[in-house]
């Protein structure tokens, strides 16, 4: 919930983080619980020392765990092991070829390594398994962007057609608005998102990828700077995500790395 803005991170990671350490207590001898709990240390902690030996126990319990090895992937991407993460994102996919959750991830991955043309290719196999998923439109469309194909991630957008809310959808519509040129309607998009987060919570990082389409870097540290605060689970790849490439180069953003214990 949490993953998506439905549930505030500060809310949901001491819910999640009970429910690993009660699985763990029911079974400590439970690989699930182990990648569970290898999850909420990832999300919303930073832990990467933590990630990894949780993650470790899982396999040692159950080298067949698959969530496990998809943990281990994604701390590993986070910390810019590129090499290491698709190596534990294609063993997860080969136990677990019809989830799309990893076949989803291993789009992301590709994305995040800047071999488009593959992430293209899981990713559609993502959707072509769960068309209703939100995991492989949304990235999707973020790959669109890195690509510029700004017209394609507004009709993939609106081929999904989400009957719920998703900042983070929108946030993407309004960048792929902006890289289209079309000012005035990104910056609709962002209003209504700045508008929305006075009375709800609303992910800043969704803020961020509309104003980093609108090129307005200063605007965009300061969303960061919330997001570090507020720990959306997907704040965890700010090092490696395409869409703040740009940044990078700006001594701000080692404040970036330093949060995220990197």
Not at 62 to 68: D, T
Request: proline share 5%; with cysteine; hydrophobic share 45%.
């Amino acid at each position: 919930m949490a993953l998506w803005g439905w549930l505030r991170p500060k809310e949901a990671q001491p819910l999640s983080h009970r429910a690993a350490l009660e699985a763990l207590r029911i079974d400590s001898n439970s690989a699930e619980s182990y990648a569970g709990l290898a999850a909420t240390l990832l999300r919303f902690d930073w832990d990467w020392p933590g990630v990894a030996a949780a993650a470790d126990k899982a396999l040692e319990l159950n080298p067949s765990c698959g969530l496990a090895h998809s943990m281990k992937a994604n701390c590993a991407m986070a910390q810019g092991g590129f090499k290491e993460a698709m190596i534990s994102f294609e063993r997860a996919r080969q136990l677990d070829p019809l989830s799309t959750r990893t076949i989803g991830a291993m789009g992301v991955g590709y994305w995040v390594m800047g071999n488009h043309e593959e992430a293209e290719h899981w990713l559609r196999i993502a959707q072509g398994l769960n068309r209703h998923s939100l995991l492989p439109h949304y990235f999707l469309m973020r790959l669109y962007l890195s690509m510029g194909r700004y017209a394609e991630a507004l009709n993939a957008h609106r081929a999904f057609g989400d009957p719920t809310p998703c900042a983070l959808l929108l946030s993407v519509q309004g960048a792929a608005y902006a890289g289209c040129g079309n000012h005035e309607e990104a910056l609709r998009i962002l209003r209504r998102l700045e508008d929305a987060s006075q009375s709800e919570y609303v992910d800043p990082l969704a803020l961020a990828i509309v104003q980093v389409g609108l090129g307005d870097l200063d605007a965009v540290f300061r969303s960061l700077h919330k997001a570090l605060d507020e720990r959306p689970p997907m704040a965890a790849f700010l090092n490696v995500d395409p869409s703040f490439a740009a940044l990078r180069a700006d001594a701000r953003f080692g404040e970036v790395l330093s949060a995220l214990k990197l």
